[in-house]
């Protein structure tokens, strides 16, 4: 049964975006916690996925992220008491279209065959520039993969485009800030386990070993540099925002009871 259309929540199209920003070097991925009905699927949350091999043009998901992710589903329907599991993946395209590789469509038809029929993925294109204006855009498609084989042959997939709409929401839902706040960690463990395996090779000399720990320093700088600390000043801008609107909802309720009183 094809998807009809996904609804793609705003705080977790934003957790999408931000994870996809976070690197040009490499594609990331992630795995999409939602809800389906008739042929409408609704995501409304994310959980990013480590690198076990970061590389250029493809990404990979082990089944034992799989399995986590769906732990984590099963926790947030626990939480908000609703029928939440994985409905999709997603991954960034740096610098190149937005519309899936054969390899995307292939690891797509796998996904809907041993997954769900209901599976999706979306893609997020960054820092391209468009050719006409020579600014910076940002892309997002979402597909699954459809047989365009007669009965009886070898499958042939193509990419079957899927309507997508962002839902706005007026804050950021719990599950996504903890996604968000969870990226600088995520990257730091993949620069982490990178530079643990060049520790392991007994034949580098003195020199190389300096040099690797100084990259691994600069890549951790780095992190810190362009997404934890804006992290902070985000959290603290909305703290103070919340405690605002706590302090004007109180001289509300106080004039309201001042009102009741008279």
Known sequence: ?????????????????????STEREEVMGLCIGEA???????????????????????EISPEQLSAAATEAERLANLLQRPLRVVGWYHSHPHITVWPSHVDVLTQAMYQRYMDEGFIGLIFSCFNN??????????????????????????MYERLEVPLYVKPKESLSSPC??????????????????YNKTLESQSLDLLTRT????????????????????????????????EL??????????????????
């Open 211 to 242: 040099h690797n720990g100084a990259v691994y320093t600069k890549s951790l700088s780095h992190i810190m540099e362009v997404l934890t600390g804006p992290l902070i000043q985000s959290l603290e801008s909305r703290l103070q925002r919340n």
């Open 1 to 21: 049964m094809a998807v009809m259309g996904v609804h793609l929540a705003a705080d977790a199209f934003m957790v999408c975006l931000a994870h996809a920003l």
């Open 130 to 155: 468009d050719k006409t204006t020579k600014l910076g855009r940002i892309q997002v498609t979402c597909f699954q993969a459809t047989n365009q084989s007669p009965e009886g042959e070898a499958p």
């Open 177 to 194: 800030l903890d996604a968000l706040i969870h990226l600088p960690k995520i990257l730091s463990i993949e620069e982490q386990e990178a």
């Open 37 to 59: 009905d008739s042929q409408i699927v609704r995501v409304d949350s994310v959980v990013m996925l480590t690198r076990s091999d970061k590389q250029p043009d493809r990404v």
């Open 245 to 262: 609107k706590i302090d004007s909802l109180q001289k509300e309720k106080e004039e309201l009871l001042k009102e009741l009183e008279s």
